[in-house]
């Protein structure tokens, strides 16, 4: 939600790769008029979405992905404030106690990893990073717990670099609005980040997932109250 972001410049960006319409997997190839309309129509439902997780700087941001794993956002939102406080920089968590740490991340579950990670994470950025988040994917992916769809969120949210983070709602929903027929995460990031500006995509990754949520879920989507009905090559399918 709230953050340190740098204005985004698509002319010094790390550019996550992005594929051509020769690069698309099959079934990824929309008219361009409805692509623009599905942006749009989500646009206009969700002129607010943003990221769940609370944040103030790119290692809270950092921190509250990796807890977010295998637990809603809401739940990471209860436990962050403590933990933000008592470790408020890497050399923090690298030198934290991790049976105390353990059990402020208790209501989380899967506390022991967890603290593990958070700690590991704290040693490799003092060590690599002078204690600092990187923006760059293959230096994120090198920290513990982090993968490429934690890699996104931070590069998104906190430092305001262009990418799709594909989760299971994304995933669905590129599927049903056919923006993608792509299988694995990486090839379903490259679909869409296809169509999508650059300025857009990490906004636009909210939307699906909100959507995704709220409306279009995975055992009953509310296709009569679908904003992109009109749109969508899955409705007769889901709605049978």
């Known amino acids: 939600m709230q953050r340190d972001r740098d204005s985004l410049n698509p002319d010094c960006v790390d ?9 698309r997997a099959d ?82 579950g899967f506390q022991r990893a967890k603290s593990g990670h958070l700690i590991g994470i704290g040693e490799k950025l003092v060590a690599d990073f002078d204690g600092q988040v990187p923006r760059g994917i293959a230096e994120l992916t090198s ?50 980040a296809a169509l999508v500006p650059l300025e857009e995509q990490t906004v636009f990754s909210h939307r699906l997932i909100l959507h995704g949520r709220r409306v279009c879920t995975a055992r009953k989507p509310q296709c009569g109250a679908c904003v992109l009905a009109q749109w969508c090559p899955s409705r007769v399918k889901v709605e049978q």
């Not at 950092?62 to 403590?82: E, F, Y």
């Not at 933990?83 to 989380?108: C, G, K, V």
């Open 15 to 23: 550019r996550v790769d992005r594929a051509d319409g020769a690069d």
């Open 27 to 108: 079934g990824a190839d929309r008219a361009d008029g409805a692509v623009a309309a599905v942006r749009a129509a989500l646009a206009a439902e969700y002129p607010d979405a943003d990221c769940e997780l609370n944040f103030t700087t790119p290692l809270e941001l950092l921190v509250a992905t990796v807890l977010s794993a295998q637990c809603t956002d809401a739940r990471v939102n209860q436990v962050t404030p403590t933990l933000f406080a008592a470790y408020p920089s890497a050399p923090a968590y690298a030198a934290a106690d991790r049976a105390e740490l353990e059990e402020i991340l208790r209501p989380l």
């Open 143 to 192: 920290l513990p717990g982090v993968g490429r769809k934690t890699a996104l969120v931070v590069r998104g949210n906190a430092f305001g670099l262009p990418g799709i983070t594909v989760d299971t709602h994304v995933t669905r929903l590129s599927h049903r609005l056919g923006l993608s027929a792509a299988k694995t995460p990486r090839a379903i990031e490259k679909d869409v």
